[in-house]
T-cell receptor
């Protein structure tokens, strides 16, 4: 079964508007971490934001925030005030405490329109 | 500094040849990971090391693949008898893990990747 599901293959957003990228996950572990990475066309994976399963507050990093709904097993990324440079692939990932590696979703391609 | 570096950035090889990639992690990081990413997919885990010990290997890592991290610093990933299906981006990442930190799960920092093309 897929552990990370990103249902939006592609998204468009107007510059300066906010956009939400969806991510749902599946795990039986109580302790886990959720991550979002950005991958521009250059190929490098850039860490954006992290949410721990025991964190009570939603994580925020600058224009990025993570809408964490534990009961629904969702960890959506919200990008506020989109910029042209935000155009990239975005990957949601999970690390279970019992594992060392990250499990990635298939990604969402975000295109920011001027 | 220095983030994670990988060498080479691109490699074109003929089917049946052996190739070796190198990864230099962030210096204070004790964990090092290898992932493979094919077109249109997210990265898939191959293997990871804590210091020099290889702690986990994915089923994706066939007998033709071998990884080492001999002194707990840089790592190499070798693919023997390459096949066209090995064509992919090979990503290396590193992170720190501190025993006793409980549920904290540390972010992994990725290198620029090595793009392998097998002709």
């Amino acid at each position: 079964a897929q552990k990370i599901t990103q249902t939006q293959p592609g998204m468009f957003v107007q510059e300066k508007e906010a956009v939400t990228l969806d991510c749902t996950y599946d795990t039986s572990d109580q302790s886990y971490g959720l991550f979002w990475y950005k991958q521009p066309s250059s190929g490098e994976m850039i860490f954006l934001i992290y949410q721990g399963s025991y964190d009570e507050q939603n994580a925020t990093e600058g224009r990025y925030s993570l809408n964490f709904q534990k009961a629904r097993k969702s960890a959506n990324l919200v990008i506020s005030a989109s910029q042209l440079g935000d155009s990239a692939m975005y990957f949601c990932a999970m690390r279970e405490r019992s594992q060392g590696n990250l499990i990635f979703g298939k990604g969402t391609k975000l295109s920011v329109k001027p | 500094d220095t983030g994670v570096s990988q060498d080479p950035r691109h490699k074109i090889t003929k089917r049946g040849q052996n190739v070796t990639f190198r990864c230099d992690p962030i210096s204070e990081h004790n964990r090092l990971y290898w992932y493979r990413q094919t077109l249109g997919q997210g990265p898939e885990f191959l293997t990871y090391f804590q210091n020099e010990a290889q702690l986990e290997k994915s089923r994706l890592l066939s007998d033709r693949f071998s990884a080492e991290r001999p002194k707990g610093s840089f790592s190499t990933l070798e693919i023997q008898r390459t096949e066209q299906g090995d064509s992919a981006m090979y990503l290396c990442a590193s992170s720190s893990i501190i025993p006793g930190q409980g549920a904290r799960v540390y972010e992994q920092y990725f290198g620029p990747g090595t793009r392998l093309t097998v002709t």
